[in-house]
């Protein structure tokens, strides 16, 4: 079930309320026909669990539109890392991830039309009738805003900004930036692991330490003005079959939350 919220805050429409009135299946904007391209150019000692050296990668997505009313835009991401030894086995890592959208064509940009589609018309039989109406204007902007600038990456989840859920923000233009202190021990090595689902051999255990920041806007002059911040630490362990194990809590401006997945955060690009 799909949850709508109403926006409590006007000046912040980030902020979401209480919900009222729910949709399933749920609400979403299907953009179908993508093609991806990337490049990497790699210069750390060890793929799976780099300590030091430069990782840079290129990505281009081409989304184009299945419909009239839907937008075709291109999304280019630059994604640099870099790894600094520390101590003896530990490693420093910093992260810097820039995010554009180009549209080529634009989808449906008449508001009213949006509305209709986001349920406007139908909020006369809703319990609060004036939430609705905001709520269904809300959705509204939020495509009129995809459809008119496109989508660049989320920020949210557990790559990136860790305290908030995934995809929290979205804008066509995004910046992200973050450090993490992979501080590694291990014991003899090889040790057998037989948790739940997984089944493994563990290599190394690590305790990382993370902050980082992020910002998404719908103009680029404006990206930087609205910083989200996160924070916090995690418990990870590297296996004998090249996957890691990852277990993060971080907190930060709207409560903590914990992340459980594979591989280190920056991986993915959900």
Known sequence: TFQKFVTPDEN???????TVATFDPGLEINIAN????????D???DYKDPRKGIRNSLFIDRQTATTSSEPSFDVVTNDLQ????FLEKSTLVFDLQISDAHVTKKGETNLEVLKIKNGYNLCVYAPNPTACEANAENLANNE?????????????GSDRLRSFPEGRFQGAHTIYYAAEFRWNYSSSGGEKLDLFFIQDLVEELQVAFFFEQGSVSEIKSELGKTVK????SGFRFLSGSGNLYRADFATGNEGPNLSVIIQYPWTYRL
């Not at 912040?12 to 209480?18: A, L, N, S, Y």
């Not at 993508?34 to 150019?41: A, C, G, N, Q």
Request: charged letters at 20%.
């Open 12 to 18: 912040d429409p980030t902020k979401q309320g209480e």
């Open 34 to 41: 993508k093609i991806e391209f990337s490049t990497r150019i």
């Open 43 to 45: 210069y750390t000692d």
């Open 82 to 85: 870099i790894y600094i030894p």
């Open 144 to 156: 009129l805003a995809i459809n008119s600038n496109g989508t660049s990456l989320a920020l949210g």
């Open 229 to 232: 911040t996160s924070f916090g």
